[in-house]
């Protein structure tokens, strides 16, 4: 499957911002989805991973309550809406696909496809 990832910017923070990310070439629906971000000079970090059928979604701490994942698999589609941005949630936003598995979505999340990135800066 191919992973593009768009919606990142400068967003000052407090604001708010929706990423996107549109797969195509497989099934959408056979995939769990996730959302990774990486600050330079730092390991990629999972931020968001939710099934197939959206009955699970799961967020690491720091995004909790901020971040909402979310997809359209008539549209083939995935999103993060990211509200109360913080400077600390500076990254490359990446989303990525694992084929559906029994059992919690993660984490951990282990991918098997990955999107570009695309690039989130909140300003304080």
């Known amino acids: 499957v191919q992973l593009q990832a768009s919606g990142g910017g400068l967003i000052q923070a407090g604001g708010s911002l929706r990423l996107s990310c549109a797969a195509s070439g497989r099934t959408f629906s056979h995939y769990a989805m996730a959302w990774f971000r990486q600050i330079p000079g730092k390991e990629r970090e999972f931020v968001s991973a939710i099934s197939w ?13 901020r971040f ?3 997809r359209d698999n008539d549209k083939s589609m995935l999103y993060l809406q990211m509200n109360s941005l913080k400077p600390e949630d500076t990254a490359v936003y990446y989303c990525a696909a694992r084929g559906v598995v029994a059992g919690p979505i993660g984490p951990p999340f282990l991918p098997e496809y990955w999107g570009q ?3 989130v800066t909140v300003s304080s």
């Open 53 to 65: 059928s959206s009955t699970q979604t799961v967020y690491t701490d720091t995004v909790k309550g």
């Open 68 to 70: 909402t994942i979310s």
């Open 117 to 119: 990135g695309t690039e």
